[in-house]
């Protein structure tokens, strides 16, 4: 019996598992247009555009649940592929690829350039490279949606966050 229920536990857990994995994967494939960060680099060197980058890690439930429903809504990601190049780092990943002339890991990147604390975190890069914010923890399609124009359409070069949430309309 207590084999039984062991083995009903590990099939539970392996299938949770599984599914999440399975959503991640679904999500990448989804309708953000989402690019290395290298690749976002290089396409920014051609046509100047912001960079959005989801700071994820494998483990993360709440990131998970980012990429299942605010990231595959499908309104959110036509807007950001216009505005931005789209970036999946894996903050635990120790790829190396050259940023500001200085070899760095997603790790490092996500910890000791854009001082992420917790997942997820969305950073928003300026079409110069440089960090406009990070936003910690997980954010349902309409407080993302706001975000994204609020950075996407300049607006937190003229108005205080506060303001503009208040007179957000979706």
């Known amino acids: 019996m207590k084999k039984t229920a062991i083995s009903i536990l590990f099939g539970v857990i392996i299938t949770f598992l599984t599914g999440f994995t399975t959503i991640k994967k679904e999500a990448e494939k989804g309708p953000i247009n989402w690019v290395s960060f290298e690749q976002a680099l290089e396409l920014s060197k051609k046509t100047k555009k ?32 216009k505005k931005y190049y789209s970036v999946k780092l894996d903050a635990e990943s120790m790829k190396t690829f050259q940023f500001k002339g200085k070899t760095v890991s997603e790790r490092e990147l996500a910890g ?14 300026d079409e110069n490279f440089d960090i ?12 993302f949606d706001m975000i994204v124009k609020y950075f996407g359409e300049d607006i937190y070069k003229k108005q205080g966050w506060q303001d503009f949430e208040a007179s957000y309309k979706p």
Not at 132 to 143: N, T
């Open 112 to 125: 000791q350039v854009f001082n992420v604390t917790a997942y997820p975190t969305t950073v928003y890069l």
């Open 132 to 143: 406009i914010s990070p936003v910690p923890g997980y954010l349902d399609a309409q407080k």
């Open 50 to 81: 912001k960079i959005f980058i989801d700071v994820y890690t494998d483990w993360c439930g709440w990131c998970k649940r980012m990429d299942a429903s605010t990231f595959s809504n499908e309104k959110i990601a036509a807007y950001v592929n």
